[in-house]
């Protein structure tokens, strides 16, 4: 299992190492920031981030509190890949979908960077039939980072036959159609710039927050999220700070953003323009406004079904951290399923691990929504009763 892991690891020759960057000027816009740095020095900025994400997790309402858009629409644009892997192709991938056209929500995101395609959020759309006298049902998938934009719609086909769930698949900052062309991968989310990587962290919450907004405006009551990895993170820290998120799915789950980066495989090449500069320790403390573990209790305010799938040969989420959110699950007053599967990081996405995980997720999510949301249940369980006599 290694050997393989390894193996999916290593494929991709395209990953570049990026000089370390506080990234000050990316958190200008962030509420509640603390006074300015009285130096630029690297002792005086770094005391800036420490106070800075201090702050911002004990105001985490605020710091991901956002307005909704007004801007809302959906198109219909082709189908493209847009792939990140050192041997894709556009042309040749393309053209596998020449003629297909696919439905997708676009609006702006509240939250601002300096790349106009990165703000018009891309979710696309996959609708359910409606069904008379029973709730509108949505998930909303959250990918993992570099995945391009194919990744995970097979869940889409999956929920909807399953669950009776529309859903919308999120691109992520900096992700497939809203990745700045200076980029052949998805660096800009996750980077050696701490700032950057804090903003665009924010940005994926508050979005993933949107999309519910425009259910909620097509009439769709109970919703979900399901996210994988960098998705999972997002995932997480949008439903901790959303009440109306019930049925929550990730796909391998971690701790702390910072000790992913210093520990993981997949980034390594981050490490590196960082570690020159910070320890884990201090890495740990400069992500720690977009890290899960800070985020539990917020979690717990409400009722939440949720459904944990981490691996046992992760090297990019070490099995150590994955068993620690495990066990914070467990000792919740939270209704937590929690499942290891023999493989690892990369290889949940091959055979037969990937069916594995689509088989959990959706008998999962056939169930979740009647238990998260139990009064729409009892609801259509009474009106069937009385029509049946």
Known sequence: MNTWEYRLETRDSNRVVRPFEWGLEWTKGFPGLPAPPASKEPAGLKRYFFEMNDRMVANSEEFFGYKTPTDFRLEQRQIRVHG??????????DAKYA????????????????????????????????????????????????GDALSHNGFAQLFRLFGGAATLRLSMPYHDIRMPGEL??????????????????????????????????????????????????YAFIASAHDPRIRVNIFNHASTYFGDVIWTGFSTRHVRQGIEKVLTV???????????????????????KEVLMIHTEYDRTFLPEFSRRIAEEFRRSKLSAQIHCLPCGHYTLGESPY????????????????????????????????????
């Open 184 to 233: 052949k991968r998805a660096d800009y989310s996750v980077s050696s710039n701490i700032g950057r990587t804090l903003h665009a962290a924010r940005q994926a919450v508050i979005d993933i927050r949107c999309c519910v907004d425009w259910l909620e405006q097509q009439g769709y009551t109970e919703f979900g999220v399901i996210g994988t990895s960098l998705g999972s993170c």
């Open 281 to 303: 320790d201090e890495l740990r403390h400069a992500f720690a406004c977009i890290s899960p573990m800070y985020f539990f209790e917020h979690f717990q305010r409400w009722k």
């Open 84 to 93: 990140t892997g050192s041997h894709s192709n556009p042309e040749i991938d």
């Open 99 to 146: 003629g297909q056209f696919g439905t997708f929500l676009r609006f702006t995101s509240p939250v601002r960077s300096p790349y106009p395609e990165n703000d018009l959020v891309n979710a696309r759309w996959f609708p359910a039939p409606e069904a008379k006298g029973k709730p509108k049902r949505a998930m909303i998938i959250v990918p993992h980072w570099n």
């Open 354 to 389: 990937k069916y594995m995980c689509g088989f959990l997720a959706t008998r999962f999510v056939a169930g979740a929504f009647n238990r998260a949301y139990p009064k729409n249940a009892d609801r259509i369980e009474a009106a069937s009763a009385e029509a049946a006599g």
